[in-house]
Structure formats: C-alpha cells, structure tokens
Antibody, heavy 119, light 105 residues
Framework: QLHLQESGPGLVKPAETLSLRCTVSGVSVTNGNFYWAWIRQSPGKGLEWIGNVYYSGSTYYNPSLKGRVTMSVDRSGNLFSLQIVAVSAPDTAIYYC????????????WGQGTQVTVS | DIQMTQSPSTLSASVGDRVTITCRAS??????LAWYQQKPGKAPNLLIYKASNLLIGVPSRFSGSRSGTEYTLTISGLQPDDFATYYC????????FGQGTRVEI
C-alpha cells in the first residue's frame, strides 16, 4: 500500500529556508516509472505546482518560484525533499507531496499535507 | 503559462441532481487534463485523467468530456459523498490547476 508522509517545521521565519521531507512507503523512490512532486495550497493562490524530481536527480520547477526551489531524492531513506529559500508570507500554505506516473503527468497519490506558516 | 478557468466557483445542488463543472484552457492542452475531488482537511483525490478516463474504483456516475479547449466534469445522480470541491488540472505544459468548484447542498 503506497503511503506518502510530509514532515518538517510548521513555522518558518521570513527570509529563512523552508525544508520539507516526504517519506514514501510501499514503493521505492528509485522506481523509474514515477516522478515525485510537491504541490502547495493556500487561500490566495489555490493549488500551485512547485516542482517534480526524478530518482536520477533531474528536476522541473515552477518558473514562478524564480529559482528559490531545490528538490532532491534520498535513496537510502526512500524519501524526497523540498527546499524554498528566502520565504515570505505568500509562501504560507499547506504543502503536499505526490506521485506522478511517468508518461501520465497527473498526481495519482498524495500525502495528507502539512501546514507551513511563514511568520 | 496555461491558465485554467473553472466555473462555476460554487454550485448548489441536491442528491440525485446531474451537475456539470467546466474548465476552459487558455490554449490547447490536447486532453492532457485531470479532475480531482477534495474534501475539507484532506488532500485532493484523482478522479479522471486524460480528460475522460475514469480512475479504477471511481464510480461511473463521474464522467469527463472535451469540446475544443473546454473540458467538462459531469456527475450524474449526485450522492451525499459527492459534496466536495472539484479541481481541474492541465499537464500539457507544466502543471496548473483551476480555481475549484465547491459543490454544496
């Protein structure tokens, strides 16, 4: 049974770095049939795709985040990570991790989400 | 950026009703569209992909269709469990979501 679980600080100070992890169980993050994604949701912006990462390390980021995003895969921990630098109030959101079947770029499995507040 | 314009933002309906939610893409997306259902406090849940393909396990009262750059989610015979917020999402170029449609009693 696939399960994704987000973890990380719920409160981040302005101008600091937001760091989240998504621990995956039920499938290996090195399974080449999937990408791994981060999406966030806020009352102001709705659902916003942040980026995708492949086990090889290749990444796709939302251009609107202007180079502030880094994603990576940790094979030994079977998890993937998100960092957003220089955060500000608009980065306050619920952050979800999700799975993306390769060749079909919808999000077929999601974590439960974690609230991150910038204040 | 491809913009997804979803309407209506809120829809009031009763059990048994047929409801239709529309998503218009700002440019061609060639059926690379998904529909999700989200309930309060939960993550979105995939219902339909490639505009009209029902995910295994999703009730057949849900259906999706396309006309040009307009995509439609139809629920035929609304059930109590269907009162939720629905989102479209394109995956033709990057990934963008519609603003959501809240289906309320």
């Amino acid at each position: 049974q696939l399960h994704l679980q987000e973890s990380g600080p719920g409160l981040v100070k302005p101008a600091e770095t937001l760091s989240l992890r998504c621990t995956v169980s039920g499938v290996s993050v090195t399974n080449g049939n999937f990408y791994w994604a981060w999406i966030r949701q806020s009352p102001g912006k709705g659902l916003e795709w942040i980026g995708n990462v492949y086990y090889s390390g290749s990444t796709y980021y939302n251009p609107s985040l202007k180079g502030r995003v880094t994603m990576s895969v940790d094979r030994s921990g079977n998890l993937f990570s998100l960092q957003i630098v220089a955060v500000s109030a608009p980065d306050t959101a619920i952050y979800y991790c999700a799975r993306v079947p390769r060749g079909n770029s919808f999000f077929d499995q999601w974590g439960q989400g974690t609230q991150v507040t910038v204040s | 950026d491809i913009q997804m314009t979803q309407s209506p933002s809120t829809l009031s309906a009763s059990v048994g009703d047929r409801v239709t939610i529309t998503c218009r893409a700002s440019q061609r997306i060639d059926t690379w569209l998904a529909w999700y259902q989200q309930k309060p406090g939960k993550a979105p849940n995939l219902l339909i992909y490639k505009a009209s393909n029902l995910l295994i396990g999703v009730p057949s009262r849900f259906s999706g269709s396309r006309s040009g750059t307009e995509y439609t989610l139809t629920i035929s015979g609304l059930q109590p469990d269907d009162f939720a917020t629905y989102y479209c999402q394109q995956y033709f170029t990057y990934w963008t979501f519609g603003q959501g449609t809240r289906v309320e009693i």
